[in-house]
Every structure is written in structure tokens, then in C-alpha cells.
């Protein structure tokens, strides 16, 4: 044995000084050796004949996908004429044209060379049948590549697709004339993918004439006797795309170096002699701490405990984790709320509808503008509201303002036709169909008066008469009420992409916020943000559901309703706008069964009880929620089975005298008692709070079989460990569920498409539970189930999507809401480990 644990701390920091010293000096020598190639190193001719290859086969690629979005737009082309889509072929290829900077140009050509339609409006009707792409065109079944540049006209390639089919008289032809920019981006996407070789390397395409297509790709220097090495490429096809007869070209010039050979020896004694020089440094330095330390511990009496540095050091890592965790949730939620704005953006752009914001009070709308040349898509514009009244016909202005005023004093959409104050008198009047609603008082400031406001311009043909103009009510002919029928598939389906991105983002942000909470230890001015930011993602929640009903006039697809998150939602409205700010109480059983009954319908009832309790002059409100099993003694005439019991009472007896009840009283509780029995429901009124009575009332709602568990509190019991395969195409939310799913001890396994969970369920270890999301490309959460529990029937199935979201077939599974709460997914997780595997419906 040599001792080595009696070495002193300056003999080992001289040591590792002196090392690091002479093995840097090494390294900077081998890297300048290394970069020098010796004299007469050829060029890699390899690699010049893969990055020609790579080149071609890009290209290929690129243009057939070129074909492919052609023949995407000649379907969005063939729905024009239709009556699918209210824009013209015009329209149509200008929004496409904008999309895709790579285009220089999309023509829709017409069987005698005639340009119908374009992305640029100046190419309209000119004859391009002397193009060379236009005869071969005429006798092509399928995409048509021309490869061609001209200093006149330096477009590289042409892609044209028959739309009405080939050699027909009415034929036409669908083109996209790509800019040289699309393919000197290619070619520098080549280029970085490659490893760097040892001279310049450029690529270039070869026309079938001979003449070079990519601008700026000029050829390498070959300066000092250096040799080309160069290779072609030439095109192959791709999928249904033949050979279009262009050559992709590499070429490299050939590296001279002239290496490097063994180091000087003074230069070799200059690196000994600071090895030496900094092992003496560090044997001094160490020395003098070495000496301290000594002194520092006999003046203490005890050796530094080891523990304490050990405790520091976790506390510092611990603090740098969790502000990287901070700054990841941050980065997630602004990714997140940008995706729901280019959603936002996508419906009005698909649907036709402008949204408005109106503040009344400051007199300012906001509002996009996507029409304007010059503003940016996704910048909101403010203007006055005198501006946008400006642009009404005068005679339409007075009822403009009155339907503003009775969306702001009443509930529920209000609709009015006007008449554009830009038509001149040759034109045909314009019109506007304007949707307002008031906005939400919990997301209003304390006092202040919004609108919302869906607008779109009624077609020519569609208006109406003078008469419907007037007096704010659409044309009686029905041909408008016709055009919006055709269309409210196609909103339906945007406005349920845009709830359900926002309920994702509302799910990474709970999520995020929610695990931040748990994991890491947060002050009480920490906590209290956290929760507050929590409460208004459920609050946002709520506000997507009512913007269903809002332009769906419906509730056919909310039929089940958790009353602790309805009530908790409603509230606040209820006591600041009809209430006069006095307080509600509100106390709502842990576990309680959803009731089977939409949220419109809840709502609607407490509307017009807490009217009722307003007029009679009560002062406080407060509601009660339990779950009770009907019986006589309740002596309430409905069906036997379990309720979900609401108790209303006035705060104090009422100031109004006994006798003589106003109508609009008893025709409240008659609308309440019509309401509660249209969905089986029952209302029994006890006291109605005259005199010296308060005012005490029941509501008798059917609860669903499955009872909710009591899941909200923020800790969890213990659960068992699960295998959770977890499929959700959405990364951020995707990512959100895993973190909350560790955290409850499971083994989490991610799946971004149904056909990659199916995949992963016919791997060996096998899964427990299946979390799947409803609403997923190709194949939705439901159809994977029913997929699922035919082949895999012992596992566990728990579909997720937004609250009423999900069809009745999905009943058959465990659910899920998004944006979930860490209660919420503790119990369904209990029930998962618990409850036997669902079967398909």
C-alpha cells in the first residue's frame, strides 16, 4: 500500500493544476493538427454524391407535396359553387396565396389558356397558354412539373393538376408557381443537415435545357490549382409525380492543407514551465486554506459537520429547480395561449364572423381586421365606438343603440340586421348581421359595461327586404335564415375546436399551476396566487360552455352538470347583477351526484328565484346542495329514485307587507316549477317570504346513477401504483397529465396518436388504465376505446374532454373533464384501481 490517504490537499491541488496545464496545451495542438489536413488531401467525393442525392430526393418531395396542396385546393374550389363555402374562387385562392409565402403565384387557368382566378389579382384574365407547362398540361391525368427560369421571369418550377379533367372542353388547371426563395430554402436546408466538409459546398439545379434555376448558388472557388469535384443527381418521382427532367447538382472544391508536424522544444519548455508554475500557485493557495480551516475548527472546538454542507448544497439545488420549473410552466402557458389565438383567428377566417369587444363605458371596440393590407393577422384593432356607429346608415343607428342597451339590461343573445353606410345609391344595399351579449360579470371589472358581438355580411341575394332592415329582425323570406342553417355544421365544428384548445390550455395552466403547488414549497402570498389563478382556469372553463350556448342556441350536448363548479360559477354573477352585491352563501356536499340537467336550465331557475327574492326585498340569499333518496315523508310528488336537493333561503324576512302577491311573482315560480318539470325534476315552495317569513324553497333535480366522489381536496390518499398509457395528441396537455400522474405515484407512458397507443398495447408489460383524449385526429378517444377493450379488455378505460363534451355512448367509461383538478383525477384513478375494465357500448 503507498499511503495514499495520507497525501496532503496541496500536494493533490499542485498535482491537478500541473495536469490541467499540460493536457490543455495537448488538446489546442491536436485540434490545430486536425484542422490542417496534410498537402494532397483529396476532396470527399462521397459526400458529394450523397448531398446530391439527399438534393434530388428533397426536391421530389417537396414539389409532390407541392401537388398534393394543389389537389387540397381543388376541393376547397369545387365546394364554391356548392353553396358549402360563401366565398368566390377569387377569395378562395387569395386566402391560399397569403398562406403560403413560398407560392409566387396560384392560377386557376381555363381550358383555352385564360387566367380565371389568382392569388394576385393584376394576372386575371392573361393568356399563359404559350407557357411551356400549358401543353403538357392538356394531355396530363395527374401533377405536371415544369422546371424552367428566365431572367424575365425567374420562377424555378411550375406544378400544375387538372381540376375538371383532362382533354374535357370545360376543363381547367389549378397551378402553383413556386418562388425561387422555396427552393434556395432548400437548399440551405440541405446544407445544414450535412456534416461540414473540407471546402465550400454549393448546390444548384440544372433545368432540362441546361440553364441553372437556384439564384445565388454560385459555383465554389477554386483558387490555388484546387480541383471540382462535382455529381448530378437527376429527378426520380415521387409517389404519383413522374421524373420532371431537372438535374440536382453538388459540387466541392478540394481541401489543401499543410499540416503540422512535432511542436518546438522551447515550446515545449514554455508548457513545462507553466505546468510548473501553476502546480506552485495551487500548492500555495491550498496551503493558506488548508491553514485557515485548521484554525477555524480548533477555535470551534468540533470539525465542521459534513451534514451541514451537504444540506446547503440540496437547498441550492432545490431553489435552481424549482425556478426552472417556474420558468417552464410560463413557457408552456404563453405557448399555450398563443396556439388558442391562432385558433381564434382560424374561426373567424373559416366561419365568416368578425368578433367585437365593446366597452361601453370608454367608448372603445376592438376588434381584427383582416382585410386591411398592412396589418399584421393576428393584431387587434381598437377604434372608437363613434367610428363603428359611423359606418351604419343613419336610419339603422338609433336601432343599433337600442340593441346594444337591451343586450346590456337582459340576459341571452339579441340579433339586428343594419345596413352598411358605404353603399352608394347605384349599389345594392349591404347589410351586417350583428349578434350581441353581454359579457360576463366575472371577467368584467367591478362596474364596467361590456358587449361581445359576432358580425357577418349578409350575401346580395340574401338580404331581404327593406322592411327586415328596419325594424331589426331578419328577412321574413327565410333565404338568410337558409344560408345560416347550411353553415352551422361547419361553425359547430369550429367553435368545438376552438372550447376544446381552450379548455387545453386552461388544462396545461391548472395543471402546471396545480403541480407547482404541490411539489415545491410556496410562501402564503405564493399559494394565494396560485389559487387564484387556479379559480379563474375553472372560472374560463365556465365561460367556454356559455360560448357554446351562445352560438348554438342550445344545450343538447350539456345534459349533465357537476352542481358544486355550476353553482360556484354562477354565484358571483347572481349577487352582482341582480342581487345588488348582497352576499349568497353557498354550501355544496363533498361527493355530490351530477344532476341530471344542463347547465342553461340550472341557471334559468336560480335567475328567476333570485329575481323573485330581489323584489320581495330580502336581504342575503343563501343555497344548500345535497343528495337524498325520495321518499313520502318528503312529501313531494316524483318518481322514487335519488335527487340531487337544493335549499334556497332568504338571508332576512322580507320588508314587504303580507297580502296582495305581485303577478310577476307567482309567474316566476310558475316558469321555475315548468322548467324543474320538463326534466323530470320537481320545485316545492315553503315559505314565499312575505310578511314575517323568509323565504324558503326546494329544488328537486334527478342525480345521475355514478355518484361523483369526493375528490376535491388537494391531497390525495395513497393510491396503489398503476401502468397508465396515457393518448392525447396535444404535447403541452399531454405533458400537464403526466407531472399530475407521477405525482400520485404512478408509471406514466405517453401516446401523441391513437395509432401509437395501439402500438405500445402490444408491447409485453402490458398497461393497468388508458387516459384518452376525446377529441384526437384519425381516430378519437372513443373509437379507440371500443378498440381497445375488444383486444385488451383488462384494462382500465378513462376518456377526457371538456365538461358535456363527451357522446352518450362514453358513459360506458370512466371521464374525465378538461381542465381537470388534482381532486378530480386522484378519484377517478381510485375508481380505476377499484372498478372492473369497462366494456365497449
Known amino acids: 500500500m503507498l499511503g495514499l490517504d495520507r497525501v496532503s490537499l496541496k500536494s493533490v491541488a499542485a498535482f491537478q493544476a500541473g495536469t490541467v496545464v499540460v493536457l490543455s496545451a495537448v488538446m489546442v495542438w491536436s485540434s490545430l493538427a486536425l484542422t490542417s489536413p496534410p498537402r494532397g488531401a483529396g476532396p470527399d467525393a462521397a459526400q458529394v454524391r450523397r448531398t446530391s442525392a439527399a438534393f434530388a430526393g428533397a426536391l421530389d418531395r417537396s414539389l409532390f407535396e407541392v401537388s398534393q396542396d394543389l389537389r387540397t385546393a381543388a376541393v376547397a374550389l369545387r365546394q364554391t359553387g356548392t353553396g358549402l363555402m360563401d366565398a368566390d374562387p377569387q377569395a378562395v385562392l387569395r386566402a391560399w396565396a397569403d398562406l403560403r409565402p413560398a407560392y409566387a403565384d396560384i392560377l386557376l387557368v381555363s381550358a383555352n389558356g385564360r387566367v380565371r382566378a389568382a392569388g394576385h389579382e393584376e394576372m386575371i384574365g392573361r393568356d399563359v397558354s404559350g407557357q411551356p407547362w400549358f401543353a403538357g398540361a392538356r394531355n396530363a391525368s395527374t401533377a405536371l412539373v415544369t422546371a424552367s427560369a428566365t431572367p424575365r421571369d425567374p420562377v424555378p418550377f411550375e406544378v400544375a393538376i387538372p381540376v375538371a379533367g383532362s382533354g374535357a372542353r370545360n376543363a381547367e388547371y389549378l397551378v402553383a408557381r413556386l418562388a425561387d426563395t422555396w427552393l434556395a430554402d432548400l437548399r440551405s436546408g440541405i446544407l445544414r443537415a450535412q456534416p461540414a466538409p473540407d471546402s465550400p459546398l454549393a448546390l444548384t439545379v440544372l433545368a432540362p435545357d441546361g440553364r441553372a434555376l437556384v439564384s445565388g448558388a454560385a459555383r465554389p472557388s477554386a483558387d490555388g490549382g484546387a480541383r471540382t469535384v462535382e455529381h448530378a443527381t437527376p429527378s426520380a418521382g415521387y409517389g404519383d409525380l413522374g421524373p420532371s427532367g431537372w438535374l440536382a447538382v453538388a459540387r466541392t472544391t478540394e481541401s489543401r492543407g499543410a499540416g503540422l508536424g512535432l511542436p518546438d522544444p522551447r515550446l515545449c519548455a514554455l508548457w513545462l514551465a507553466a505546468a510548473l508554475l501553476a502546480a506552485g500557485l495551487a500548492y500555495a493557495l491550498t496551503g493558506r486554506l488548508t491553514r485557515r480551516l485548521a484554525r477555524i475548527t480548533e477555535a470551534d472546538g468540533e470539525a465542521i459537520v459534513p451534514s451541514r454542507i451537504a444540506e446547503f448544497r440540496a437547498s441550492a439545488e432545490h431553489l435552481t429547480a424549482r425556478e426552472r420549473s417556474r420558468a417552464r410552466a410560463l413557457q408552456e402557458a404563453r405557448t399555450a395561449l398563443a396556439r388558442v389565438r391562432e385558433r381564434l383567428r382560424t374561426f373567424e377566417a373559416m366561419s365568416g364572423w368578425t368578433y367585437w369587444e365593446i366597452d361601453t363605458d370608454a367608448g372603445n371596440v376592438t376588434w381584427v381586421d383582416s382585410t386591411t393590407p398592412g396589418v399584421a393577422a393576428t393584431t387587434d384593432r381598437a377604434v372608437a365606438l363613434t367610428d363603428l356607429t359611423d359606418g351604419i346608415k343613419p336610419q339603422d343607428r338609433d336601432l343599433m343603440r337600442f340593441t346594444m342597451q337591451a343586450a346590456l339590461d337582459g340576459e341571452g343573445p339579441h340579433d339586428v340586421v343594419l345596413r352598411r353606410a358605404d353603399t352608394t345609391d347605384s349599389q345594392e344595399t349591404r347589410r351586417l348581421l350583428v349578434r350581441f351579449i353581454r359579457g360576463s360579470a366575472e371577467v368584467s371589472a367591478p362596474g364596467a359595461a361590456r358587449l361581445h358581438a359576432l358580425s357577418r355580411e349578409i350575401p346580395a341575394g340574401l338580404a331581404g327586404g327593406e322592411t327586415g332592415a328596419q325594424d331589426g329582425t331578419a328577412p321574413s323570406d327565410g333565404r338568410a335564415q337558409a344560408t345560416e342553417r347550411r353553415g352551422e355544421g361547419m361553425l359547430r365544428q369550429v367553435i368545438d375546436g376552438v372550447v376544446d384548445d381552450f379548455n387545453n390550455l386552461l388544462t396545461v395552466i391548472s395543471g402546471n399551476l396545480g403541480t407547482l403547488k404541490r411539489r415545491y414549497g410556496l410562501n402564503p402570498d405564493q399559494v394565494r396566487?396560485?389559487?387564484?389563478?387556479?379559480?379563474?382556469?375553472?372560472?374560463?372553463?365556465?365561460?367556454?360552455?356559455?360560448?357554446?350556448?351562445?352560438?348554438?342556441?342550445?344545450?343538447?350536448?350539456?345534459?349533465?352538470?357537476?352542481?358544486?363548479?355550476?353553482?360556484?360559477?354562477?354565484?358571483?354573477?347572481?349577487?352582482?347583477?341582480?342581487?345588488?352585491?348582497?352576499?349568497?352563501?353557498?354550501?355544496?356536499?363533498?361527493?355530490?351526484?351530477?344532476?341530471?340537467?344542463?347547465?342553461?336550465?340550472?341557471?334559468?331557475?336560480?335567475?328567476?328565484?333570485?329575481?323573485?327574492?330581489?323584489?320581495?326585498?330580502?336581504?342575503?340569499?343563501?343555497?344548500?346542495?345535497?343528495?337524498?333518496?325520495?321518499?313520502?315523508?318528503?312529501?313531494?310528488?316524483?318518481?322514487?329514485?335519488?335527487?340531487?336537493?337544493?335549499?334556497?333561503?332568504?338571508?332576512?324576512?322580507?320588508?314587504?307587507?303580507?297580502?296582495?302577491?305581485?303577478?310577476?311573482?307567482?309567474?316566476?315560480?310558475?316558469?321555475?316549477?315548468?322548467?324543474?318539470?320538463?326534466?323530470?325534476?320537481?320545485?316545492?315552495?315553503?315559505?314565499?317570504?312575505?310578511?314575517?317569513?323568509?323565504?324558503?324553497?326546494?329544488?328537486?333535480?334527478?342525480?345521475?346513477?355514478?355518484?361523483?366522489?369526493?375528490?376535491?381536496?388537494?391531497?390525495?390518499?395513497?393510491?396503489?401504483?398503476?401502468?397508465?398509457?396515457?393518448?392525447?395528441?396535444?404535447?403541452?396537455?399531454?405533458?400537464?397529465?403526466?407531472?399530475?400522474?407521477?405525482?400520485?405515484?404512478?408509471?406514466?407512458?405517453?401516446?401523441?396518436?391513437?395509432?401509437?397507443?395501439?402500438?405500445?398495447?402490444?408491447?409485453?408489460?402490458?398497461?393497468?388504465?388508458?387516459?384518452?383524449?376525446?377529441?384526437?385526429?384519425?381516430?378519437?378517444?372513443?373509437?379507440?376505446?371500443?378498440?381497445?377493450?375488444?383486444?385488451?379488455?383488462?384494462?382500465?378505460?378513462?376518456?377526457?374532454?371538456?365538461?358535456?363534451?363527451?357522446?352518450?355512448?362514453?358513459?360506458?367509461?370512466?371521464?374525465?373533464?378538461?381542465?381537470?383538478?388534482?381532486?378530480?383525477?386522484?378519484?377517478?384513478?381510485?375508481?380505476?384501481?377499484?372498478?372492473?375494465?369497462?366494456?365497449?357500448?
Not at 590 to 611: D, I
Not at 724 to 732: F, G, K, P, R
Open 529 to 841: 396566487l396560485v389559487e387564484a389563478a387556479l379559480a379563474g382556469a375553472q372560472r374560463g372553463s365556465s365561460l367556454t360552455r356559455r360560448l357554446v350556448r351562445f352560438v348554438r342556441r342550445d344545450d343538447a350536448t350539456l345534459q349533465e352538470t357537476e352542481i358544486g363548479t355550476a353553482l360556484t360559477a354562477f354565484v358571483p354573477f347572481l349577487s352582482a347583477n341582480v342581487l345588488n352585491q348582497a352576499p349568497i352563501k353557498l354550501r355544496v356536499r363533498s361527493g355530490l351526484a351530477r344532476a341530471q340537467c344542463s347547465e342553461s336550465v340550472l341557471e334559468a331557475v336560480l335567475l328567476n328565484l333570485a329575481f323573485h327574492v330581489r323584489d320581495l326585498g330580502s336581504e342575503g340569499f343563501a343555497i344548500g346542495a345535497d343528495e337524498r333518496v325520495l321518499s313520502e315523508e318528503d312529501g313531494i310528488a316524483l318518481r322514487p329514485g335519488r335527487y340531487v336537493r337544493l335549499v334556497l333561503a332568504s338571508g332576512t324576512p322580507a320588508r314587504l307587507p303580507a297580502p296582495a302577491k305581485p303577478a310577476g311573482e307567482e309567474r316566476s315560480t310558475a316558469a321555475v316549477a315548468s322548467l324543474l318539470s320538463g326534466i323530470g325534476g320537481g320545485f316545492r315552495l315553503v315559505a314565499d317570504g312575505r310578511g314575517d317569513s323568509a323565504f324558503l324553497a326546494e329544488i328537486w333535480i334527478p342525480a345521475s346513477e355514478a355518484p361523483a366522489e369526493a375528490g376535491h381536496e388537494e391531497t390525495a390518499t395513497v393510491q396503489p401504483r398503476l401502468r397508465v398509457l396515457l393518448v392525447d395528441s396535444d404535447t403541452l396537455v399531454r405533458e400537464s397529465f403526466a407531472e399530475a400522474l407521477t405525482d400520485l405515484g404512478h408509471r406514466v407512458t405517453q401516446a401523441g396518436s391513437a395509432e401509437h397507443a395501439l402500438t405500445l398495447l402490444d408491447a409485453p408489460e402490458g398497461f393497468d388504465v388508458m387516459i384518452a383524449d376525446q377529441r384526437m385526429p384519425v381516430m378519437s378517444g372513443l373509437q379507440l376505446a371500443a378498440t381497445v377493450v375488444q383486444h385488451h379488455p383488462g384494462i382500465r378505460i378513462v376518456l377526457a374532454g371538456p365538461q358535456g363534451h363527451l357522446p352518450e355512448s362514453a358513459r360506458a367509461f370512466l371521464q374525465i373533464e378538461k381542465p381537470f383538478r388534482y381532486g378530480d383525477l386522484a378519484a377517478v384513478m381510485r375508481r380505476a384501481a377499484r372498478d372492473p375494465a369497462a366494456k365497449a357500448a
